[in-house]
């Protein structure tokens, strides 16, 4: 699959994708790459805290039902951190809309949501809206 972006904005992001689908990986992989960002893909909630644990990341696109540890789990165990990583921006991604609504993940402490299917334009709208903040800038000055 290829998708074309005709003007990707920037700044040039540095995302981890956290999905235990490879498919979802890959076409999200397609389309950070078509917005001119950097892509990591972890496909475990562990895997995702280890390369957070290692890198400073501009955003985290977090999966919420895996198996082993939920997306929910991961954005816990991310903010109990006490590196830098704990402030990084995360953008709760699901499939299931029925079970909780935007208002409830944003009171989990995720930033945004996209739901699944994955709509290029949503996530270009929700990278947009989370990086935005001043905590992301002010993350990479202190890196």
């Known amino acids: ?15 981890l994708h956290v999905d235990d ?5 890959r076409v999200v992989s397609d389309i950070l790459q078509a917005f001119g960002h950097v892509g990591r893909q972890a496909p475990s909630g562990m895997a995702a805290l280890e390369q957070l644990g290692a890198r400073i990341f501009d955003v985290v696109l977090l999966d919420i039902h895996m198996p082993g540890m939920s997306g929910i789990e991961v954005l816990g165990r991310l903010r ?21 609504t935007r ?19 949503r996530l270009r709208e929700s990278l947009i809206r989370v990086t935005a903040a001043p905590t992301v800038a002010e993350r990479r000055r202190s890196a």
């Open 1 to 15: 699959m290829s998708v074309t972006v005709v003007e990707p904005y920037s700044p040039r992001l540095h995302v």
């Open 80 to 100: 109990a951190s006490v590196g830098p990583e704990r402030r990084t921006p995360v953008i709760a991604l699901t499939a299931d809309t029925l079970t909780r």
């Open 103 to 121: 208002q409830d993940y944003l009171g989990l402490g995720f930033q945004d949501l996209v739901t699944k299917p994955i709509l290029v334009s």
């Open 21 to 25: 689908d490879p498919l979802n990986l």
